[in-house]
């Protein structure tokens, strides 16, 4: 069985991603309502009962918001950073495990290896995935790429990542100030620049695929994002290129 990876919906209004390998079931997030996870789930032929385990990469409503009800409709151990933790995601959740980000742990058939990242939360992290000789990485929610960040993401032969806005979009926009001024901090989100430079310094040969994430529907266009994706390959890169959608689940990607 290969290592795979789905979209549940991502964007500002929730984000959920589930990884798959052998009898190996994770969520990554869940700021979904719990009904929006079963018929998504139920779409991509699964359910919430064959979970393995919800990972939360922070305590922000958009990723962490429908833990609770999930954990509670359905007996799944929840895993956080203690800082996610002490920033409320545990709060009412049944199964709470703690993991250190600096710490590879194994959750069944899959190696997890989280790592931090630099956004405005108590003790945000993001993950690498390892099973069957395959390594998926995920970013997103990070305000801008660190050494450590590219570091873990070499080598993967797939990556989901986060291309939040378009800059100009963003300052031109009707946002208030101080919140432009957060998503664009070194703690707020990537711009799509910033991601497809990312992309563009950890891509290899062998890269299977790149999954957007996280575009925000009031500062971005998938337009825009289809244009950096091409931007961070040559032309002759056979890497394929996804958007994740906020509405609807994804296919699932695999890493053959």
């Not at 950073?81 to 742990?105: D, E, M, S, W």
């Not at 990485?137 to 570091?151: C, K, N, W």
């Not at 797939?158 to 664009?184: C, M, S, T, W």
Request: hydrophobic content about 40%.
């Amino acid at each position: 069985m290969t290592l795979k990876l789905a979209s549940l919906g991502s964007g500002s209004r929730g984000n959920a991603l589930l990884v798959e390998f052998q009898q190996t079931l994770l969520m990554i997030d869940c700021g979904l309502t719990r009904a929006a996870v079963e018929e998504r789930m139920k779409l991509l032929g699964r359910h919430p009962s064959d979970l393995t385990a919800v990972l939360v990469t922070h305590e922000h409503g958009d990723h962490a918001q429908g833990v609770r009800a999930l954990s509670r409709r359905y007996p799944v151990p929840v895993w956080m950073t203690a800082g996610t933790a002490a920033g409320g995601a545990a709060r009412g959740i049944p199964q709470v495990k703690t993991f250190n980000c600096h710490r590879p742990l194994e959750i069944r058939d899959l190696q997890v290896c989280p790592f931090p990242v630099p956004h405005d939360a108590r003790e945000p992290c993001q993950f690498t995935f390892s099973g069957g000789g395959r390594k998926l990485g995920i970013l997103s929610d990070t305000g801008h790429v660190t050494a450590h960040i590219r570091q873990r993401l070499s080598g993967c032969d797939a990556v989901a990542v986060e291309f939040n806005h378009d800059r100009e979009a963003l300052l031109g926009g009707q946002y208030p100030e101080h919140l432009k001024q957060r998503i664009a901090s070194q703690h707020g989100h990537l711009s799509n620049a910033q991601a497809a430079e990312l992309v563009r310094g950890i891509a290899h040969p062998e890269l299977q695929w790149v999954l957007a994430l996280h575009l925000s529907e009031a500062n971005n266009s998938p337009q825009r994002v289809r244009q950096s994706l091409h931007v961070a390959f040559e032309e002759t890169h056979p890497a394929g290129r996804h958007l994740a959608l906020q509405d609807a689940p994804s296919e699932w990607f695999e890493i053959v």
